[in-house]
């Protein structure tokens, strides 16, 4: 039973996995269109993405939008958590749950709304917009990382910290910083991904002048079907795969 539970849950997993798979060896295609087998193999497709003006432009834009949002996603992100696990604040149960509420709101009706509010204050399709959409949507994800490392955190260091005459200040920063240290850096990755990854809003704020990487893949879905966004995607879960390794050393590292 044990040996016929295992193998159906390896056959589930092999399922899900098995479409990412795919899109390797459609990415090394020889011919000019998306077909599988590929016929030959080659690397022009990483080649013209690297040397496409437009896919290197998106590419850039996502970046430069995605470090923006993990630094203040991780910022703001962090100091809610604080707020949250050790302030008395009135309400505390109900702003727990109004901060998780961008990952519960369908990012359809997300974007929908940030298009409505954005356009009219010209935030749509630049920096400033984007960093402020991809903020909002990160933020979650770092309260609910930081706040299980300070949940599990052993308050007595800090309080030993300010019976020995430090400040609340430098207790923080010397005491409670380096110990949630590895929980912030695991948020700020779930931050970084959630910002590149993002798709779904980018449809609403882009435009001509600014769009990112998701949104130029699903842009050539409809108008420019190549094997470049196979070459695109596999280098995204690559990145994706990184930066997951990246994290769950960061988490077992925390643990130890």
Not at 21 to 36: F, H
Not at 219 to 227: A, G, R, V, Y
Request: proline share 5%; charged share 10%.
């Amino acid at each position: 039973m044990r040996l016929l539970g295992g193998l159906l849950i390896g056959a589930i997993l092999f399922f899900l996995v098995l479409p990412t798979l795919l899109v390797i060896p459609i990415s090394l295609n020889g011919s000019s269109y998306i077909e599988l087998p590929p016929k030959g193999l080659t690397l022009r497709w990483y080649v013209d993405f690297l040397s496409h003006p437009d896919w290197r432009a998106a590419t850039i834009f996502s970046l430069k939008i995605a470090l923006a949002t993990t630094i203040a996603s991780t910022v703001v992100g962090t100091l809610a958590a604080i707020g949250l696990v050790r302030g008395n604040l009135p309400g505390k149960t109900l702003l727990q749950a109004l901060s998780l509420g961008p990952m519960i709101v369908p990012h359809v009706v997300f974007g929908v709304a940030l298009y409505l509010v954005f356009s009219p204050l010209s935030l749509t399709g630049n920096f400033s917009g984007f960093l402020i959409a991809h903020t909002v949507l990160a933020v979650p994800y770092v309260i609910i990382t930081v706040s299980a490392a300070l949940e599990r955190f052993d308050s007595s260091l800090e309080l030993a910290a300010l019976n020995c005459g430090a400040s609340r200040s430098r207790a923080f920063f010397s005491i409670v910083l380096p110990n949630i240290a590895p929980a912030v850096a695991a948020a700020s990755v779930f931050a970084f991904l959630a910002s590149f990854d993002e798709a779904t809003v980018a449809f609403f704020i882009s435009d001509t002048s600014g769009k990112t990487i998701s949104r130029k893949i699903f842009e050539d879905i409809d108008f420019n079907l190549t094997p470049v966004i196979a070459a695109v995607s596999t280098l995204l879960v690559a990145v994706s795969l990184l930066l997951m390794g990246t994290i769950h050393l960061l988490t077992g590292r925390g643990e130890d």
